[in-house]
């Protein structure tokens, strides 16, 4: 496993610097934080100081809790600089300025412990360049860490390492990246761009100079870009708003300085006039006036106005309608070869994406691998480019190339009348340099839904769910619903299941490869369940559910969850129920109900209450438990890290955080058979509720809220409903309320409130248009 | 022999003590129109009827409307009956007041017009499309072209049509080809041909205002580039007569099955003179105001002549006699039993009461319905009227219309063959109830909107006017075992709805193939909730009923009947709807 490293510092506090530094005091890591002296004052440390104050306010945010923020010491490279030597590692994230850079590695070198490593997160400058003239000990120790913004989101990690670099050290940042930083590491060459921005801006480039060379409104461009070929629906003008335009002319620059004169990048690059009017004008993206894309406020109206390349005058946003794109569906050879300017642009753009990045085979790396992965973490893409050209058919890539007159890389010829990848013996290979496969190897310790799909067949499968073998006695449970959302199908296969468990395996994981864990339940079953009165179907899923968690809590087995992504509603009561919990640290998980109008229903409420009623933290009494609850609840508030989700007691201090999203099976397998080793299931609590008494506070500080306009009519309603249950209805203060009856609760007020106009409407809301309605 | 007398005590009992007209017209702000004012509008539109129209009915099928050089005369009586209508002010009942209209609400127009469809479908087609007229132009008309048009139309000097129909295009309005071209003046320049357009060309009005479908110049393909224009046959003059005859003209009127007394015309319009009526390319908006409206009245025209076929079944089998009772004579003294005795014929006027006593009480739920979408004061409620609206649209039109003919039919064969015979008049009503199920939208079609658009929309938000109240009632009645038939049914229906949803998201044609015997099991317990409510206020009512108890043991038996015989016919669609499309499309093309 990776050595963790106790303190790194990250010298420069930009929005890349403090964002590194953040990730880094995210997994737990001290970090010193250093830059320059300010211009002015007395706070000696205030540049720093400043940088982190405004990552606590940014959205979205770099940290992942208050505490991690508290882990960065700020300094500055006067005072402070000689503390490198604390450091197990020196991050330099400094102006893009060479003399500078080497400035200060001279500096550092005076005063770091021989042998810490230092990287640079430079984006433009390469490692030769960098470490030109410095003497072989720290060019031992050098290497190119390029981390991408925002760092505690992307998950690509490019590291270079020169001829000198030590192997070791390299491995040793790498893992510590991989495993503390949740990174996927992807090895580069030191050639210009390295992988994901070489081919991004030449991809971002050639689809707008072609927009405005085929004629395509800037709408039609993002519709044929994005959706079709996997790209976020941003598209390419949306991307570049968010990035920024007064970055492409600079980039541009760079790359066009910086690539040979043969290279393709040459013949689409070009000075586009209108962009440099734009920039003049503050329109530089959605951190400035607006860009490609704008919202006119004036006229106490927002209008959505897009850029007319014609006319270089804004006009009200117009839906592109192609139906080009109809017509090809998910065929993308088709869209590409589509006549009239929609398939030209496609395959002006596309297919010479697709070329320029069998051209980086060997240039800027080995391996195909890496570039797909590149460009599905660094650019979000859902299939990399070699993935997308095996899609079309490499062939029909090759043909059209020679029959336009352009250039066949040879990395391409060598796929000529095969493909980039192949499953062999149920293990995905990919095509080398050397014409050969070779099989696809995962850095160790990382276990894959999606590789042992390759190889097997699921043990139990049903519509909405599939069970695999992961081996050594332990069993995962993958919801394959739309959004993973939880519907019956879902609980009759986890009934099976835990049979089968009890039986003839060890341990259950529940845990599934989509972007999101699950949303929670079906709402649109559930409403048009709601609407035709089904209400025994719907009061018999609610039941059901109720059962399996309990069943899940109370099975002879240990049950681990591993969430990523969002846990909320009944995915949440997932987690609630689980002898243990193993986060992705990017899980978003909380009891949302409300926001729907109506309340957890599977034991949220119920292990919500005993979490927080047995917290040594808590002060002593039956109200201060389902107070704090209440206020959780009631607000649908979710956790917005696998921290804060700690924070709310939706974890509890033996759950524990994986970083790397692709470490998260092996990581709650593992811990499923810790826990079989000498497994008890738990005993069931009883805990002692305030009863009517208990309610009426509660729904008084509602109707406070609401006298204030705080809570909406139909927030009072819910609220009454959840202040209900978590009190313990009509309970007496001197009793302790069982489990059973807490469902029993849970169930009733659930139905009650079903049947309300109120939460019905929120309901349709929420699933038309994604927004909770505050009626 | 045709018989008619409105059936004015079941209307009664259907306003006044199922829908408690009382509460409703407080409800819509209309507190005035208290029972006894719509009592006497009812008494009056019922003789209005009996002597009126009904005398026209048979002759008017008989004579036919006759075409000679573009002119369309309708037959002997209609002009001065069609006089008498407008001067008794029968037009402009639910009218907007603001255009002369009374503005009674909707629950007694619509009773109204079933009064009319049963004494004479043909002639109620005259002023029945003008008023869908006056709600589009009302809903989506410019003020100056409803100041020009809607006082006339509604006090029925000028009448009004819907023009949508061209050879090549009937159901699938995408096809259509008639265009319209802008002029300078802001007017437009109709051009086309449109086919079975009821009342196209006729002698009754002094001008006829169409309502026509047509493409602008630049309209993209499809639905989605349709518009409507308002073309007047006669321009009117500036002091609002009409004036120069605009270039519609009339080449010709169908011959057909049956409503022969109702004018259907071929149009052409040869550089027509019209405005737009609502925006550009949404005219299929504007239309559905009026075929929403036109669609209900429809169903309204198969339970008015269902009631006509009752009414006249049920005359001849108490005067007819021919062989005894399968018990022995019940009439000794006569040669023999009146044909009344014997059970068939019971079973086919229990069956025709049932059903169409049934529709009244769901036409008059609808109604509620009309009046509370426009004229309720909480905006939730006009939401949730609409809603139901939207949903039972097709269940009434489909049922009322698939009902009018089979209980025709059945009429029919309480006759036997005199029935078969003109005389009687009963072939008629057969003929005439059968467009019901083809026009405004055929059935199949209905079914279609209901099952495919009406059901799954907003995750199924319309259906949730219908089974809310209806599980409601279940549920407070769970003692009462009278309505246990409707809450077995209901159940069905639930599990159908619950399975048409869940089976149409991986395969629309098992929604397509679920359709027709969905809407119709929709029906049923649509019908059986109104028995069971109907029964309900007759027991409370029946001990204190002193000249009534004969109609509320009436009520309670027919109740009975439809639970016993009629509703239990869910369970066998629900199996059919079950069973899938596989056999229904598993033949090659070729094989038919």
Known sequence: ??????????????????????????????????????????????????????????????????????????????????????????????????????????????????????????????????????????????????????????????????????????????????????????????????????????????????????????????????????????????????????????????????????????AINRDIPIIGRLIETGYTGRKGKGGFYRLNKTGGKRVKETLDFATGEYRPERRAELPELVAAGRDLRALMSAPGRVGAYAWAVMGHTMAYAAKLIPEATDEIVAIDEAMRLGYNWKHGPFELIDMVGADWLIERLHAEGFAVPPMLQRAAGRSFYRVQNGIRQQLGQDGEYTDIVRPHGILMLEDIKLAAKPVLKNGSASVWDIGDGVLCFEFTSKSNSLDEQIMALLGKTIALVKKEYKALVIYNEGSNFSVGANLGLALFAANIAAWMQVESLIATGQEMMQKLKYAPFPVVSAPSGMALGGGCEFLLHSDAVQAHAETYAGLVECGVGLLPGWGGCKEMLGRWASDPKMPKGPMPAPAKVFEMVSTAKVAKSAAEAREMLVLRPSDRVTMNRYRLLADAKRRALELAADYKAPEPREIVLPGPSGRVALNQAVAGFAKLGMATTHDVVVSGELATVLTGGDTDIIDTVKEGKILDLERESFMRLLRTPGTLARIEHMLETGKPLRN | MQVYKAPLRDMRFVLHELHNSAAHVAEIGQPDVAEELIDSILEEAGKFATDILLPLNASGDEEGCRYENGVVRTPKGFIEAYKKFCEGGWGALASDPAYGGQGLPEIVGKMVEEMQCSANLSFGLYPGLTHGATLALQGHGTDELKQAYLPKMIDGTWSGTMCLTEPQCGTDLGLMRTKAVPQEDGSYRISGAKIF?????????????????????????????????????????????????????????????????????????????????????????????????????????????????????????????????????????????????????????????????????????????????????????????????????????????????????????????????????????????????????????????????????????????????????????????????????????????????????????????????????????????????????????????????????????????????????????????????????ALEDAAF
Request: aromatic share 8%; net charge neutral; charged share 20%.
């Open chain 2, 197 to 585: 357009i009821s009342a196209g060309e006729h002698d009754l009005t002094e001008n006829i205002v169409h309502l026509v479908l047509a493409r602008l110049p630049d309209a993209p393909k499809g639905i989605k580039g349709v518009s409507m224009f308002l073309v007047p046959k006669f321009l009117p003059t500036e002091d609002g007569r009409p004036g120069a005859r605009n270039g519609v003209t009339c080449t010709a009127i169908e011959h057909k099955m049956g409503l022969k007394a109702s004018a259907t015309t071929q149009l052409y319009f040869d550089e027509a003179v019209g405005w737009l009526v609502g925006e550009p390319n949404k005219g299929m908006r504007a239309m559905f105001t009026m075929m929403n409206a036109e669609r209900l009245s429809v169903g309204i025209q198969g339970l008015g002549v269902a009631e006509t076929a009752y009414q006249s079944a049920a005359f001849y089998a108490k005067d007819r006699i021919q062989g005894r009772a399968l018990a022995g004579a019940r009439y000794p003294d006569r040669a023999a039993d009146p044909i009344i005795v014997h059970p068939d014929v019971r079973r086919s006027l229990m069956t025709i009461r049932a059903y169409v006593e049934g529709c009244r009480a769901l036409s008059g739920w609808v109604a509620t319905a009309l009046d509370l979408e426009t004229k309720a004061a909480d905006p939730v409620r006009r939401q949730e009227a609409e809603d139901f609206v939207a949903i039972m649209t097709p269940v009434v039109k489909a049922l009322f219309t698939d009902l009018g003919f089979e209980l025709s039919s059945m009429a029919l064969q309480v006759y036997g063959g005199h029935g078969y015979i003109r005389d009687h008049g009963m072939e008629q009503l057969v003929r005439d109830a059968r467009i019901c199920m083809i026009y405004e939208g055929a059935n199949g079609i209905q079914a279609l909107d209901l099952v495919g658009r009406k059901m799954p929309a907003h995750m199924g938000r319309f259906l949730r006017g219908f089974f809310h109240p209806v599980q409601a009632f279940i549920e407070e009645n769970a003692a009462d075992p009278k309505v246990l038939p409707l809450a077995k049914s209901f159940a069905a229906l639930q599990q159908a709805t619950a399975h048409i949803a869940t089976v149409s998201l991986k395969d629309p044609e098992e929604a397509g193939a679920a359709a027709t015997d969905y809407l119709r099991m929709f029906g049923l317990v649509a019908l059986g909730y109104m028995w069971a409510r109907a029964a309900k206020v007759a027991a409370e009512k029946l001990p204190a009923a002193n000249g009534d108890a004969g109609f509320y043991q009436a009520k309670l038996t027919t109740a009975q009947f439809f639970a016993d015989r009629l509703l239990p016919q869910t369970s066998a669609l629900w199996s059919s709807i079950k069973a899938g499309k596989a056999s229904m499309m």
């Open chain 1, 1 to 266: 496993m990776a050595e963790m490293f106790t303190k790194v510092a990250v010298i420069g506090s930009g929005v890349m610097g403090c964002g590194i530094a953040a990730q880094i005091a995210n997994a737990g890591v001290r970090v010193l934080l250093l830059d320059i002296l300010p211009r002015e004052g007395s706070n000696r440390r205030a540049v720093a100081e400043g940088a982190i104050a405004k990552a606590l306010k940014t959205d979205p945010a770099p940290f992942m809790s208050a505490a991690a923020a508290r882990l960065i010491e700020a300094g500055n490279i006067e005072d402070d600089l000689a503390r490198v030597a604390e450091c197990d590692w020196i991050v330099e994230v400094v102006v893009e300025r060479l003399d500078i850079k080497q400035t200060l590695y001279r500096r550092l070198e005076a005063v770091r412990r021989p042998g810490t490593p230092i990287s640079s997160n430079t984006s433009t400058i390469p490692l030769s360049q960098l470490t030109e003239g410095l003497p072989e000990r720290f060019t031992r120790d050098f290497m190119i860490t390029h981390f991408f913004n925002p760092p505690r989101y992307m998950r690509l990690m490019e590291l270079v390492t020169g001829p000198h670099t030590d192997a070791t050290l390299a491995d040793k940042i790498a893992l510590f990246c991989d495993v503390a930083l949740g990174k996927s590491v992807v090895n580069c060459k030191d050639s210009p761009g390295f992988i994901a921005n070489r081919l991004g801006v030449f991809w971002m480039t050639g689809a707008v100079t072609q927009t405005i060379e085929h004629g395509l409104t800037i709408e039609e461009a993002d519709a044929v870009m994005g959706r079709p070929f996997g790209v976020p629906k941003t598209g390419v003008f949306g991307l570049m708003d968010l990035v920024g335009l007064d970055l492409m002319p600079h980039v541009n620059a760079s790359m066009a300085g910086a690539l040979p004169e043969n290279d393709e990048f040459h």
